[in-house]
Antibody, heavy 120, light 105 residues
Framework: QVQLQESGPGLVKPSQTLSLTCTVS??????????WSWIRQHPGKGLEWIGY???????YYNPSLKSRVSISIDTSKNQFSLKLSSVTAADTAVYYC????????????WGQGTLVTVSS | ELTQPPSVSVSPGQTASITCSGE??????VCWYQQKPGQSPVLVIY???RRPSGIPERFSGSNSGNTATLTISGTQATDEADYYC??????????FGTGTKVTVL
């Protein structure tokens, strides 16, 4: 059973960079056909896909966030990370990491989510 | 953008239908997620009609034209949750629907 767990600061100051890490257990992050994604949910709102990374380092970002987003991967630690720069209050959200099954366009495993608040 | 009705109410044992509308949605694969308060989303339907292991048979899906539909037959109190559709779009990549709150009265 694959499990994902987000970690990182729950409070970030405006204009700074939000940094989160997702640790994958129960399976290898280098498995073929699986892409590793970040998704966020603003309080009381819907879901927004942020981007994904493959174990090769290939990335693909939501065009609306592309200029501020960077996703990296550390296969030796079975982890991948999110950096979102120049944050504002509008970036306050629950951030989820999830596994994307590429050919089926579905997110089959999700982390529990972590709330990040942007505030001074 | 994928549009869903904000809310759907259903009596226990009855059928709930949740629609998801988008341009040429029938040409794309649609997934559905269930999210209960304070929990992560759970995949209940993928590739329009397929159920992951462990998802009850009362959950089914269809997709044609501009509308995909999630149907919950014999709705139970435990099905009360928010439901989101999701598809892949060449412009915005992975896009989620606006979400539907299902209330079991």
């Amino acid at each position: 059973q694959v499990q994902l767990q987000e970690s990182g600061p729950g409070l970030v100051k405006p204009s700074q960079t939000l940094s989160l890490t997702c640790t994958v257990s129960g399976g290898s992050i280098s498995s073929r056909g699986y892409y590793w994604s970040w998704i966020r949910q603003h309080p009381g709102k819907g879901l927004e896909w942020i981007g994904y990374i493959y174990h090769s380092g290939t990335t693909y970002y939501n065009p609306s966030l592309k200029s501020r987003v960077s996703i990296s991967i550390d296969t030796s630690k079975n982890q991948f990370s999110l950096k979102l720069s120049s944050v504002t209050a509008a970036d306050t959200a629950v951030y989820y990491c999830a596994r994307l099954v590429y050919g089926d366009y579905m997110f089959d495993y999700w982390g529990q989510g972590t709330l990040v608040t942007v505030s001074s | 953008e994928l549009t869903q009705p904000p809310s759907v109410s259903v009596s226990p044992g009855q059928t709930a239908s949740i629609t998801c509308s988008g341009e040429k949605l029938g040409d794309k694969y649609v997934c559905w997620y269930q999210q209960k308060p304070g929990q992560s989303p759970v995949l209940v339907i993928y590739e329009d009609t397929r159920r992951p292991s462990g998802i009850p048979e009362r959950f089914s899906g269809s997709n044609s034209g501009n509308t995909a539909t999630l149907t919950i037959s014999g709705t139970q109190a435990t099905d009360e949750a928010d439901y989101y559709c999701q598809a892949w779009d060449s412009t915005t990549a992975y896009v989620f629907g606006t979400g539907t709150k299902v209330t079991v009265l």
